[in-house]
Each structure stands twice: as C-alpha cells, then as structure tokens.
C-alpha cells in the first residue's frame, strides 16, 4: 500500500519564477494537507483541499495557491518565488472521517526540498 | 495565535539514562499529537493524546496531556540510540478533529550517544 507520494524530490528555482509541488495521497485517504518546513523549525500549516475545495488556510500569502483533482491528489503553486520560500514542502494526508471522528493523525509524504537562488 | 513550545531543543544524552521532553501550548486544545522526523525523512505519528490525563506508551516512549496545564510531555526511558531524532509536538485547536491544520513545535534534536 502506496503512503503519501510527493514530486519531485528536489527542486531548483530563480526568484521571481513559478513553481507546481505535486502530491498523491495515501490510499482511501480524502483530505490533503500542505506544509512548508523551514531548515531547523517545525512545520507550518500552508492549507488544506478537501472535496476539491480548499477548507482552512495557514498564515500563509495568495502567492501560495493550490488545488485538488478529483482522484483526491493535489499540487501546491507557488508565484514570484522569493528567497525565503525555499524548504522543505510536505503534503500529508487523512480520511476525512478517521481524521474528524477518530482524530486519525496525519500520514506525511517525504517531501519536496525547494531551493530558491 | 496559538503557539507551541518545546523545551529543550537540543538534548544530548546517554544510553541508558532517562530524560522528558516537555510541550506547552498558548490555547486550549484537547488534541495533542506527536511526531518523530529522522534526518532528511518525512514525519512519523508516534502518539495522539485527546483527553486530559491521556497517557500512551509504545516501548521506551510515554506521552502523556494536562490540558488544564496546556503541557504535554514525552518521556523516553533507557534511552537507545535508535531513538536519536527529531521529536514534534503538534497541537489542533479546531473543532474539526485530526484531520485539521496543525500548528507544530519547533521541534526537540534528540541525539543518544552509546
């Protein structure tokens, strides 16, 4: 069983560019989550996409945008790439019901590590 | 703003020896969940604590939740060099349950030395 999938593995950006994270979730899993992981700080809350839709927002500007597709994976844009975005980007993923009923933790994929020069 | 902390941050200890590492948060939450992250790896869920007094072991690890004190702590017994990692506290204000944004520690390095 395939867990959190997340491409490509490392990524190397000018400032200004565009730049498309791309995520699948675990299997049976609905709700997809995003997360921006600075060199030495905990992970911070980018959004989350459930039913195609995204349902919460971290601190977190309108450059940073995203989307999910009907088979429940999602991609992560992120415009006018600044110095300060690069990290390492995690997607995670639940069931909407385990997560919400039972308080299911999250399942994280291994990452993409962005690098802004 | 909810904020989590973690204490200490660093942590260098031996094999053998008992240590805790504790997590305070800002807001009242009755959902507190624990992460461990080895070097250039994703995060792995070690504990979910939902009510206050919650305690959970999985081998040399304990986590327990004082919500009226907004502290969790993780207590690592006998301690063995696989355990060396990164540990996250990760706390959810929400109502919507584990399936929402959480808001992470910054996180305690962990590093047992034989």
Same mark, same amino acid.
């Given at each position: ?33 995003? %997360? ?8 911070? #809350?980018? #959004?989350? %996409?459930? $039913? $195609? $839709? $995204? ?8 450059? #940073? ?6 088979? %429940? ?23 909407? %019901? ?20 | ?17 008992? +240590? @805790?590492?504790?997590?305070? +948060?800002?807001? @009242?939450?009755?959902?507190? +969940? ?42 690592? @017994? ?8 990164? +540990? ?14 959480? @808001? ?11």
């Amino acid at each position: 069983d395939a867990g959190v999938t997340q491409s490509p593995t490392h990524l190397i950006k000018t400032r200004g560019q565009q730049v498309t994270l791309r995520c699948s979730p675990k299997s049976g899993h609905d709700t997809v989550s995003w %997360y921006q992981q600075a060199l030495g700080q905990g992970p911070q #809350f980018i #959004f989350q %996409y459930y $039913e $195609e $839709e $995204e349902r919460q927002r971290g601190n977190f500007p309108d450059r #940073f945008s995203g989307h999910q597709f009907p088979n %429940y994976s999602s991609e992560l844009n992120v415009n006018a790439l600044l110095l300060g975005d690069s990290a390492l980007y995690l997607c995670a993923s639940v069931d909407s %019901y385990g997560g919400w009923t039972y308080n299911s933790p999250l399942h994280f994929g291994n990452g993409t590590r962005l690098t802004v020069t | 703003e909810l904020k989590v902390e973690q204490n200490p941050l660093f942590l260098s200890m031996q094999e053998g020896k008992n +240590y @805790t590492i504790y997590c305070n +948060y800002s807001t @009242t939450s009755d959902r507190l +969940y624990w992460y461990r992250q080895d070097p250039g790896k994703s995060l792995e869920s070690l504990f979910v604590l939902l009510s206050n007094g919650a305690v959970k072991q999985e081998g040399r690890l304990m986590a327990s939740l004082d919500t009226k004190a907004r502290l969790s702590t993780l207590h690592i @017994t006998a301690a063995v060099h696989d355990l060396s990692a990164t +540990y996250f506290c990760a706390v959810d204000i929400r109502s919507g349950g584990g399936a929402d944004g959480l @808001t992470f520690g910054k996180g305690t390095h962990l590093i047992i030395q034989p």
